[in-house]
């Protein structure tokens, strides 16, 4: 069996002295996709900004992408964040920017030297999100789906093990959420591993996946279809 991508034991989630989840208990393995739901303040950004390195794992045990959690240093954590693929509800994109450079700006902030590499991997992102076509618009210019999908995309870049999701069409309409969905259910499918803390109920009872929620300070793991 492959080591998990994913994988905390007793782990506290804390904001500042305030416990926002006791005794966290997740495996995620490679190819898994699950939601985190659960209502506002319940904790799911709490424990998605302590995967990233956001916040520190001060208790319990958690390796992700084969980092250690507890002994995470600052230095390491942009190394961390090349083995995993984050996307935020507000897109979080250079507004100043085109789309291509947008894309450029972290394959050069993650090492990639030569041109024409990329050019063929940002050509590559763009076409499996559909945006291909607009490489040139300023990000400003396109609408929050199209956004959202540039952030999908450069999720994609580094070609990482995890996606962390969170609440990726909270600013969408729900036709334009549908489609971003639909585009991560192909993400899913073509191997990815996703983790998408998401309110929307809808989403779920249409595309059933595993389901982790927040609740009273607590994970737990519930059925596909219950309610958030
Ligand atoms: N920066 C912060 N400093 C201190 N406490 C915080 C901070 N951010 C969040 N909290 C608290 O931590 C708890 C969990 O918040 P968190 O944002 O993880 O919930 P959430 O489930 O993601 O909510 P939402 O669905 O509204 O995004 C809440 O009680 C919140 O008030």
Redesign the pocket.
């Known amino acids: 069996m492959e080591k998990p991508v994913l994988y905390l034991e007793n782990a506290d989630i804390y ?2 002295d ?1 416990l ?1 989840l006791s005794k966290v208990n997740l495996t995620v393995n490679k190819g898994d996709f699950y939601y985190l739901i ?1 209502k ?7 424990l998605m900004k302590t995967l990233y390195g956001d916040l520190k794992l001060q208790r319990g045990t958690g390796t992700i992408v084969d980092f250690d959690l507890k002994k995470l240093q600052e230095k390491e954590i942009p190394f961390l964040r090349r083995k995993i693929g984050i996307v935020f509800q507000d897109f979080k994109l250079l507004n100043d920017r085109t789309v291509f450079e947008n894309l450029e700006f972290v394959l050069k902030a993650t090492g990639w030297k030569k041109k024409d590499d990329i050019k063929a991997k940002i050509n590559e992102v763009l076409d499996k999100v559909g945006m291909q076509s607009k490489y040139y618009k300023k990000t400003y210019e396109l609408s929050g789906g199209e956004q959202q999908r540039v952030a999908i995309a450069r999720a994609l870049l580094n070609d990482p093990e995890l996606i962390l999701a969170d ?1 990726p069409t909270g600013n969408l309409d729900p036709k334009t959420s549908l489609e971003v969905m639909i585009l991560l259910n192909e993400i899913h499918k073509s191997g990815k591993t996703i983790l998408m ?1 998401t ?1 929307d109920y809808q989403l779920i009872v249409k595309f059933k996946q595993k389901t982790l929620k ?1 609740e009273g300070g607590e994970l737990f793991e519930v059925a596909q279809q219950a309610s958030i």
Do not use: M
Request: glycine share 18%.
């Open positions: 904001q500042r305030n926002v659960g506002t303040g319940s904790g799911k950004s709490s609440e803390a309110h927040c």
